[in-house]
């Protein structure tokens, strides 16, 4: 196991080109914080999303100090000196915004109009949450998820910790298939053996066995052991964080 100790980005392997952030139990916590943190490292930083996500609180919009209730740019509108579009606000160096197609009914963001293997182009480093998890702290993937670019550098799986030892039915999303593969009931608890379960078939169905696993929200645990099981049962090595 890993612990953070002052560069997340390091501890993760954070490359620059276009970082995938999938899982659940913090994801969007840890798009806002590799960001801000690879931005104070001098990099020019996107905050986007492959699906729908909340717009990230504090980061602006197109690059400017606009809120989000001003126009964004427009794919086919004039760039002028200093514009400050999703595409050109990547241009100076030490820079962090977000880009997506904002849905005014639902208040979020989809991906953005411009292709994301354009952008990365433009961007020291493009991090993209690609699915979603109802806000809940474990899941199971379905057959289109997640939504990783062809393009993408980093996979960085979240599993939030908070879900640990709690009922499958309460704590995971898609309990259905998540019982399917571990082979139990959805009022069954989600042990960490469980759940590594799981992830080692699903990083085996999707490809994606050189994805960095961070446990997130070990804070909450009050077995602390649950995090040595889930690692021993993963087989590899994780990131321990405690990410709010």
Aim: glycine share 10%; aromatic share 4%; hydrophobic share 40%.
């Amino acid at each position: 196991m890993e612990t953070v100790s002052g560069n997340l980005a390091s501890t993760l392997g954070i490359e620059p080109g276009i970082t995938a952030i999938i899982g659940s139990g913090g994801k969007s916590t840890l798009l806002k914080t590799l960001g801000l943190e690879l931005m104070r490292a001098g990099g020019r930083v996107l905050l986007c999303t492959t699906t729908h996500m909340y717009p990230v609180a504090g980061v602006p919009w197109d690059g400017s100090s606009r809120r989000l209730d001003a126009a964004p740019w427009k794919p086919g509108a004039l760039h002028v000196p200093g514009c400050t579009c999703e595409a050109c606000a990547g241009l100076v160096r030490g820079s962090i915004c977000q880009a997506g197609v904002l849905d005014p009914e639902i208040g979020k963001l989809s991906a953005p109009a411009e292709p994301l293997d354009q952008l990365v182009q433009r961007f020291d480093y493009v991090l993209a949450e690609a699915d979603g998890s109802k806000r809940l702290p474990l899941k199971a993937h379905a057959a289109w998820e997640p939504v990783i670019p062809a393009a993408t550098a980093n996979v960085v799986w979240v599993v939030g910790a908070s879900g640990l030892g709690k009922p499958i039915n309460e704590a995971v999303h898609r309990p259905k298939l998540f019982c399917e593969r571990c082979g139990c009931e959805p009022t069954d608890a989600a042990t960490p053996e469980r759940v590594a379960q799981v992830l080692n078939a699903e990083m085996q169905m999707l490809n994606l066995n050189n994805a960095r696993i961070m446990l997130n929200q070990v804070d909450a645990l009050a077995d602390p052991t649950m995090v040595d099981r889930f690692e021993a049962t993963l087989g590899r090595t994780i990131v321990a964080t405690c990410l709010k």
